[in-house]
């Protein structure tokens, strides 16, 4: 009998093993070894002296061949079986990674990359690995990826868009076409297949900004952030953020961006006090007279 666990946390001394839960443009990952006819998720043992990030990087490079991922812990699991070191429970760290681009070949054991939406239907370890997916969905629930414009991800972002116009949330907020969203990367934060949020941006170099950067820096200008009203205030809008961030950090030295939200207050919280942004200008009104007097 095999016994799966899931832990918060461990000494760090007892992760033997990394596990990377893969996802590339919305679909699942797996790796088919050259001596199986089984799939499985993409993962290793530890190296000595190695941090368990580090492994957790290299076996995903190593079996899959990506090459531009983000990637982040979810927890620590353990593994008890009467044939696996004589019973002992043995402890690894379970990750989750998004890939942006891929290898054309591998250099290990394994023959392919299977990239599929649906989970496998024969796995090398049937009586863990699909309790490690389970508790990648359900610990993260809300998942967040990067995306490519297919034309079913511009329908989303555009309807989506006309909601936020519906709201009337902001000033002069009109709903997306497709040449307003051509050309940013996108990301997009998803439940249970329905998209809940998004963000996406664009890359440019820093022009007359000098009290805050030097010119020609490099930086990412989010053009819109957006978490539908039912799910506002859990987190989303900062996991976007933040998964951004985190993206575009080796390409961009700052992340910008500009508000017109009529609830100002609110956003203000958010970005300065939750994301730790700075604060660098702002533009008022006040009405002073009527129209006409």
Known sequence: MTKVQFYDRADDRKLKFAVIVTKTNGHWVF???????????????????????ATAKRELYEETGAVDFSIEPVCVYSVTASGNFDGQETFGMLFY?????????????????????????AWTYPEIQPLLMQEVQKRRSVFIEEVSLTDDVLAELISLSKDWEAENSCYGYRANQRDDIEGNRIFLARDHGQTVGYLFGKYFESENMKSIMSEGSSCFEVEEVYVIPSRRSAGIGKALFEFAADTVREEAEYITLSTATKNWKAIFHFYLDELDMTFWNARLFKRIRKGGE
């Open 97 to 121: 990674a998004d890939v942006k681009a891929f290898e054309k070949e591998l250099h290990s054991e394994i023959e392919r990359i299977v990239i599929q939406d649906d989970l496998p239907n």
């Open 31 to 53: 790796c088919k070894h050259k001596d199986r006819n089984t799939l499985e998720v993409p993962g290793g043992h530890r190296e000595p002296g190695e941090d368990i990030l």
